[in-house]
């Protein structure tokens, strides 16, 4: 008589493993476990991922933070970019890695509460990232190529008026801040625009310098508009930007009031990292925002420096996230 063939082994996802034994009454063992690690994190390097190209705000952002996280938590933290989908490979790979502490993402608000919208990302911004800290408001400039007969907001909409569709504007994917900002400056300015995505902030501000393209909001034009190679025309963000004190904030010409709060970054862990791993880089890293120098270093970036709790920024994604929902419906972004 023929053996019975052996069953065949099923693999699981590691998570759903867990889920599975936790079912069955026998993950206490491996929570025990997890604990214990917790108590030694960190013991080993830190990647901390940047889903952007090289040169863009969340890269400056994070090779900042990283020195401070460094020498705070005693461990080397290498930052490593991850480009692509608008951001979301990156928060995909983090989302889907091992909930340790030891890959970290620096997440926009864009990637959390808009890109779910816009495609299938691969994870729940509300479920697969936890969130661990604020690094700070990011303010953008409304800038423009300075071939453009325009110097203020107002002549910028009287020009665009005049030549429906003769303007575009750049930003940094579909579905990023820019974009939803630009879009929202065409719809309450009243003028229509043509929407140019690119692969993050670097090429897209190439495409201004270059002539390609005509208008760009976002933090990564502070450079250009220092040296004079593109010109702004108003702020985005709370207040004025101390470092462009001339330069009105745009709710000053009765625009902006109502635009979604997307234009931040933070810190996030795979979901499920332990408590413990959460608090000990929430304190290094609030630690480092009180550095002057850090502070500084920021700002420069166009930062507001935050420092804030990871309760308090879960919540703000969670509003957020609903928020952009209904605005992306309006402007039929998709």
């Not at 550095?291 to 994604?317: C, F, H, M, N, Q």
């Not at 609903?322 to 605005?327: E, F, L, P």
Request: glycine content about 10%; overall charge positive; hydrophobic content about 45%.
């Amino acid at each position: 008589m023929a053996e019975a063939p052996m069953p065949r082994r099923l693999a699981l996802p590691r998570r759903r493993f867990l889920t599975a034994l936790g079912t069955a009454g026998l993950a206490a063992p491996l929570i025990g476990s997890r604990k214990a690690h917790a108590q030694d994190y960190p013991s080993r390097l830190i990647r901390y991922v940047v889903p952007y190209s090289p040169g863009a705000t969340s890269d400056g952002t994070a090779r900042v933070m990283a020195r401070p996280l460094a020498a705070r938590l005693g461990q080397e933290v290498v930052v490593e970019n991850r480009a692509g989908a608008g951001g979301s490979v990156g928060a995909r790979h983090v989302a889907e890695s091992e909930p340790d502490g030891y890959v970290l993402l620096n997440a926009s608000g864009g990637i959390l509460s808009v890109a779910p919208y816009i495609s299938p990302v691969g994870y729940d911004p509300l479920k697969d990232l936890a969130a661990v800290a604020l690094t700070g408001e990011a303010y953008s400039l409304v800038a423009i190529n300075n071939d453009l007969p325009v110097t203020s907001l107002p002549e910028l909409v009287a020009f665009a008026r005049a030549r429906p569709a003769f303007l575009n504007y750049a930003s940094a994917g579909v579905g990023s801040t820019g974009q939803i900002r630009a879009a929202l400056l065409a719809e309450q300015a009243g003028f229509q625009a043509v929407h140019v995505p690119f692969p993050g902030s670097a090429p897209a501000i190439n495409s201004i310098l270059a002539g390609n393209c005509h208008i760009f909001i976002d933090p990564a034009t502070a450079p250009a508009v220092r040296a004079g190679r593109m010109r702004a025309l108003a702020v985005v963000g709370p207040g004025r930007w101390e470092d462009f004190p001339e330069v009105p904030n745009i709710t000053e010409f009765g625009i902006g009031e109502d635009w979604p709060a997307t234009g931040w970054y933070g810190l996030f862990a795979p979901g499920g990292t332990p408590v413990p791993v959460i608090e000990r880089l929430n304190k290094a890293f609030n630690a480092g925002l009180a550095d002057p120098e850090i502070a500084t270093a920021l700002r420069r970036l166009g930062l507001k420096p935050e420092p804030t709790s990871p309760e308090a920024l879960a919540r703000r994604v969670a509003a957020e996230y609903a928020a952009s929902g209904a605005i992306l419906k309006r402007l039929g972004i998709t």
